[in-house]
């Protein structure tokens, strides 16, 4: 479990196939003396496994699943990638509760900018705004982040990115077009799944909207 708060920007230094997916090297300076074997680590806001730690890097396998879901497939040589360490109990919770599993491969849209404000607008798939509220909490590449706005027929959001985050993150590095990680807020998919276990999809799709859990009282 994480907290969407980016704690360093790491750099690729190696990636290399093998039968279960990637071998992903990460170069590592302020968290890798907080790492050890069989910690997670959440990369641009997927959450990985360290297999290996050398004096100044630790070492991921990403499989098959991960890199379907993820842009962690589309990793190179000299990427930067945000990273958090997994939330222990004595940490404060920063941003909101975020798992590490990556629901959606968005696309940004947008970018403007006054000054070092930065709003970015964010295209997902049509199946996951139903779980994006306005004024709700949603991750990107790891960063925990406030919904600004929606565009329910356009399937896109918005947010809006301070100075420090936009120079602390790699989302310094996107431009549009470029894909980012999402993951959405868990408590959306617990609602849902609480409200409507055991009926059809298609009634849990059409039933769960934003001005629906407001009547219900969400």
Request: charged share 20%; hydrophobic share 40%; with cysteine.
């Amino acid at each position: 479990m994480f907290t969407g708060l980016v704690k360093e920007i790491g750099k690729v230094r190696r990636v290399s196939k093998n039968a279960e997916g990637k071998v992903l090297e990460i170069e590592s300076k302020v968290l890798l003396p907080e790492i050890a074997i069989d910690d997670s680590v959440s990369i641009s806001g997927a959450c990985q496994t360290a297999v290996t730690i050398t004096e100044d890097s630790f070492i991921v396998q990403a499989v098959h699943t991960t890199l379907d879901k993820t842009t962690l497939g589309k990793l190179n040589v000299g990427d930067e990638v945000n990273m958090e360490l997994a939330l222990q109990l004595s940490d404060r919770l920063g941003g909101h509760m975020v798992q590490g599993h990556v629901n959606d491969v968005g696309t940004i849209a947008n970018i403007q900018n006054t000054g070092k404000n930065y709003v970015v607008t964010v295209r997902v798939s049509p199946d996951q705004m139903k779980y994006i509220v306005k004024e709700g909490s949603i991750t990107i590449d790891g960063i925990s982040l406030t919904v600004s706005n929606l565009f329910k027929e356009d399937c896109s959001f918005q947010v809006s990115i301070i100075p420090h985050t936009w120079d602390h993150t790699v989302l310094r590095n996107r431009r549009v077009g470029s894909l980012i990680n999402i993951e959405v807020d868990i408590l959306g998919k617990y609602i849902e799944n609480l409200l409507f276990h055991g009926k059809q999809a298609t009634n849990a799709q059409s039933q769960m909207t934003e001005s629906w859990l407001r009547d219900k009282g969400f």
